[in-house]
Each structure stands twice: as structure tokens, then as C-alpha cells.
């Protein structure tokens, strides 16, 4: 079985920085893409972002572009997400997933272990 533990999260003022790190066991981690996935309260699971096997395709998701940044550090096992300009629609919990392949995805149905998220509150 694959872990995947996120943390980084917490409570933050608009304009505040964060970076989620999101560490992982159970498989050759360099071998696999991963991502990033968000859900806020009533609406649904968005795309955030994914990176691949090796760091070299990176993709964002179409509702924060310019903001977040994936990346990945295969030596600790570990991805990142750098959230920057946070704005109050951040606010939402953020799951790290492991991909079946080594190609970069935004289809949730291409991820075979999650982890259990971690809560970003952005608040005034």
C-alpha cells in the first residue's frame, strides 16, 4: 500500500504564501507521476496541478493559473505545491495522489492512491 501524507496546510490572511509538501512510501516513487486535487465546501474535486515521473511536464490547473507551482523531489520521496497571492477561494481541503503511469494528468481516475488531505484556510 501506498502512503501519501500532505502537510504544510493552516489558516492564512489573503496575499499569504503557503507550500504543501505531500511525502510518499510503498513504491518506487520516481517511477510515477503525481498530483495535486483540491475540494472546497459544495463544489466539486478540481485539478490543481501534476508533474511527472522525472520533474520535466508540469501542468496547472485552469482556475489559479500563475499562482501554484509543482514540483518534486525524488531523492526525499516528497512533492511540493507553492501557493503564492492566496486569495479567500483557496480556501478548500488539498489531496496529494499517486498516478498509475509516469505521465503527467489532470484525470483523477488516472490516480490509484491518495493521500487524506490537508486543510487550507484563507481568511481576512
Known amino acids: 500500500q501506498v502512503q501519501l501524507v500532505e502537510s504544510g496546510g493552516g489558516s492564512v490572511q489573503p496575499g499569504v504564501s503557503l507550500r504543501l509538501s505531500c511525502a510518499a512510501s510503498?513504491?518506487?516513487?520516481?517511477?510515477?507521476?503525481m498530483g495535486w486535487f483540491r475540494q472546497a465546501p459544495g463544489k466539486a474535486r478540481e485539478f490543481v496541478g501534476s508533474?511527472?515521473?522525472?520533474?520535466?511536464?508540469?501542468y496547472n490547473g485552469l482556475f489559479a493559473p500563475g499562482r501554484f507551482t509543482i514540483s518534486r523531489d525524488n531523492a526525499k520521496n516528497t512533492v511540493y505545491l507553492q501557493m503564492n497571492s492566496h486569495v479567500l477561494e483557496d480556501t478548500a481541503v488539498y489531496y496529494c495522489?499517486?498516478?498509475?503511469?509516469?505521465?503527467?494528468?489532470?484525470?483523477?481516475?488516472?490516480?490509484?492512491?491518495w493521500g487524506q488531505g490537508t486543510q487550507v484556510t484563507v481568511s481576512s
Open positions: 508533474i511527472d515521473w522525472m520533474g520535466g511536464t508540469i
Open positions: 495522489a499517486s498516478a498509475k503511469a509516469t505521465w503527467a494528468t489532470p484525470r483523477s481516475g488516472d490516480y490509484d492512491y
Open positions: 510503498g513504491r518506487s516513487f520516481s517511477d510515477y507521476a
